[in-house]
Every structure is written in structure tokens, then in C-alpha cells.
């Protein structure tokens, strides 16, 4: 997930990226006017910090978000004087942190109370601070007192060459090469990531495609890059997955930091 005004994404604090394994950005956003963001599927799981600043430009109000890994764009809205931050999570393993399985939350973001009957824990997160960077302190030391999750060799092995590749290598290829059946595979695929490997290789595709047209690649040698079978699966999937066509892509758009190789 990623908020485009404003948006800037770092790696966990140095002294404590041994704890924080877990955690693929810390990322926020602030705002100074009324604005609708484009929001990108990148089939992970955020726990944001929504918050308004004080004349003195002090986080207050703060509300947990809880955001499911999709595969949908959508449209959110923030006002002057607002802000977020988060934390997006490796693929699989924020569930861990919120005690519920991806499958539960998938698709979906939960806000405010809702966040909080899911995961009571999170209040102590919500207190109001004197500054950002003081905010995302208290996240990433929150979270780095959690035991650190862990995904079975072959998910985490699959997981990585749909990146490495783009999202280009058929999961059938995937399945064999992990010594599992395609149908294993999707099974615990699901039930760990919270979405099938077929959406989340698409996913990722998409991405992967997005940024080598942002890069300056024509659509057509994008899509042959991107491994589509031609012009109009490749239209599809923008569409399904940025509500926009290759040819049409907003100028604001903004491109996470995703491990491709």
C-alpha cells in the first residue's frame, strides 16, 4: 500500500533492523491541502498511523489502520494538515504481529475501533507525540518486541523468484522446482500470504511493469519484458490493478520500493 503525496519510504532503524527482519519499509506521508491518492495493491499488509497536526505541527488524533494484503486500487482521501505512517510488511508475515490470519483481513483495511477490536494491543500506539519522527520510533520499537515470524522454505523460496522474475514464472514452474504440487502450493500460499500465487505473481507483474514504462520503455517492449502474452492481457491487468491503462498512466503516480531484481 502506498500513499502518493508526499510519500517517502526508508529501511527499519539500523540498530534495529535484527528485530524488525519482518518489516520490508517504514514509509509516511503528510499532506498540507485537500487530495485523493491512488492507492496500489502490492499484495502485502500495512499497519498504519493516521493522524492530524496541531498548530505546532504535533501528531494528535492518532487512528490505527490494520490494511489486509489486495489486489484492488483505491481511492483515499486525506485532508490539509494530515499525515500517516506505517509499516509494510514482507509478504506473510504481518498477520503475526496482529495475532490474525491474512485471509481474515485480505482486502480489506480496518480503521479506528475496527482496528482495535481486532488487535486491542495497538492502543498504546495511539497517544499523542511531538513529532513524526517520534512516532515512527515508537512503531518500529513496538514492533521489534514481537517475536520475529518465519514462512516455511518453500513459501518464502516461492515468494522470491515471483520477484527475482517479475512475476513472470508460472507457478506450475514455481511448484515443481520447491518439490510440491501446484495445488499444495496454492493451498498454503493462500493460507499464509492471504492471496493465491497466481494474484500475487499478477501483482507483482504489474509492478514490474509499471516501473520499466516509468523507466522509459515503450508499452510494447514493457510488455514483452513483462512476459505478456501480448498488449491487451497487459491492458488488463492495469486495469485490474491500477483502474488506468499502460497508456494512460497518472503522472503522480507513485512506485514502492519492491525487490525486483
Not at 534495529?16 to 509516511?28: F, N, R, T, Y
Not at 499488509?45 to 505541527?57: A, P, T, V
Request: a positive charge; hydrophobic letters at 40%.
Amino acid at each position: 500500500m502506498a500513499i502518493p503525496l508526499d510519500y517517502n519510504e526508508r529501511d527499519a532503524s539500523p540498530h534495529l533492523q535484527p528485530k524488525l527482519q519482518a518489516i520490508e519499509k517504514v514509509w509516511s506521508s503528510q499532506s498540507d491541502k485537500n487530495a485523493e491518492h491512488l492507492i496500489l495493491p502490492d499484495g502485502r499488509s500495512d499497519f498504519i498511523l493516521k493522524f492530524d497536526k496541531d498548530e505546532n505541527g504535533k501528531p494528535t488524533s492518532i487512528i490505527p489502520i490494520i490494511a489486509g494484503p489486495s489486489c484492488s486500487w483505491w481511492i483515499s482521501s486525506s485532508l490539509p494538515n494530515q499525515g500517516f505512517v506505517g509499516i509494510r510488511f514482507r509478504p506473510g508475515l504481518g498477520g503475526a504481529f496482529f495475532g490474525l490470519p491474512l485471509t481474515s483481513i485480505a482486502g480489506r483495511a480496518f480503521v479506528g475501533e475496527d482496528a482495535l477490536a481486532l488487535a486491542p494491543k495497538l492502543a498504546v500506539l495511539c497517544q499523542p507525540t511531538n513529532d513524526v519522527d517520534t512516532l515512527i520510533d515508537r512503531l518500529e520499537i513496538f514492533f521489534a518486541k514481537h517475536q520475529i515470524p518465519t514462512l516455511s522454505p518453500a513459501i518464502k523460496s516461492v515468494i522470491d523468484d515471483i520477484h527475482r522474475s517479475g512475476g513472470r514464472t508460472p507457478i506450475q514452474v514455481l511448484a515443481k522446482k520447491n518439490g510440491i504440487t501446484s495445488r499444495t502450493l496454492a493451498r498454503n500460499f493462500l493460507k499464509k500470504v492471504g492471496i493465491s500465487p497466481k494474484v500475487f505473481a499478477a501483482v507483482i507483474r504489474f509492478h514490474y511493469t509499471l516501473k520499466l514504462i516509468k523507466a522509459g520503455l515503450t508499452i510494447q517492449r514493457a510488455a514483452a519484458e513483462a512476459g505478456y502474452a501480448d498488449q491487451a492481457h497487459m491492458t488488463r491487468d492495469f486495469r485490474r490493478f491500477g483502474g488506468f491503462t499502460p497508456g494512460n498512466i497518472p503522472h503522480d503516480v507513485t512506485l514502492i520500493d519492491l525487490p525486483f531484481p
